[in-house]
């Protein structure tokens, strides 16, 4: 079969087929570096104040557009609605969000997923998590090289093989308001809940994991290639299940709380 027959087939146009993405410069991976790091202190910030504060700050004589395009790409939006920064799929549906008053007693109550930026020396990828809210388990995550929704899946199922939450919350991003990510929670009858629109603490304590594995992990170690990188996660997330001591758990680990003895996140 002819390649002008694959993509007429598929719908694919035959020159995208051919084309290779261009890597981001090595100026701009240091700017994402560098809002990803303000992100994480002013997670109010949007476009605007991001590049002021590149500006005025690390004297980088940047353009709005320029910051709003990496903000965009990183999957980084404010705190406050900004227009254009983050949307859901005009298509999917919307769940409200069912945790504004809930008390969280016991694990596997509440989990939540969510994506976040992750730098390498030259490039970056994104990473997902789900996490059990109760004892700030990790019980599962991915990595990829795209923010399409795959990999959001494969971290779903895979913490479900596991277990089952009564309740699942996320942003109200494309890859968990996609109808394969909410069809697997309401076919194993879980609850969907879904932050309010630019109310980022509404995930608080994945919002606070990704603060501790950037500070404690990522920022201190510049990864070259992917391979790395997964190994690297892979050890620092044991440790912090399984060693890391959290003074919210009255100094147990996240391990210990949900009930577990040494078992290997991988």
Request: include cysteine; glycine fraction near 6%.
């Amino acid at each position: 079969m002819s390649l002008r027959r694959q993509c007429e087939l598929i719908g694919l146009n035959r020159s995208s087929y051919y084309y290779q993405p261009v890597p981001e410069s090595p100026f701009n991976l240091t700017l994402m570096r560098l809002i990803d790091e303000q992100y994480l202190r002013t997670p109010f910030y949007g476009y605007l104040k991001m590049t002021e504060y590149l500006r005025q700050k690390k004297g980088y004589l940047v353009n709005h557009k320029r910051v709003y395009r990496l903000m965009k790409q990183m999957g980084l939006r404010a705190v406050a609605p900004r227009p254009h920064m983050s949307r859901p799929h005009p298509e999917h549906q919307i769940y409200p969000y069912r945790l504004r008053g809930v008390n969280i007693t016991r694990p596997n109550q509440v989990w939540s997923a969510d994506i976040t930026y992750v730098p390498m020396q030259r490039g970056f990828m994104y990473l997902v998590a789900v996490l059990d809210w109760y004892s700030r388990y990790v019980l599962s995550w991915e990595l990829s090289n795209t923010l399409d929704g795959d990999f959001c899946l494969l971290a779903l199922e895979r913490a479900l093989q596991r277990s089952r939450p009564e309740i699942f919350n996320t942003d109200q991003g494309a890859q968990f308001t996609a109808n394969a990510f909410t069809g697997r929670l309401e076919r194993a009858e879980i609850k969907i809940s879904m932050d309010g629109k630019g109310r980022v603490f509404d995930n608080i304590f994945i919002e606070r994991l990704w603060r501790t594995v950037k500070y404690e992990h990522l920022y201190l170690t510049d990864y070259t290639t992917g391979l790395d990188l997964l190994a690297g996660l892979a050890t620092y997330f044991d440790f912090y299940n399984h060693e890391r001591f959290h003074q919210s758990l009255d100094y147990r680990t996240p391990a210990q709380v949900y009930g577990l003895n040494q078992v290997t996140l991988v």
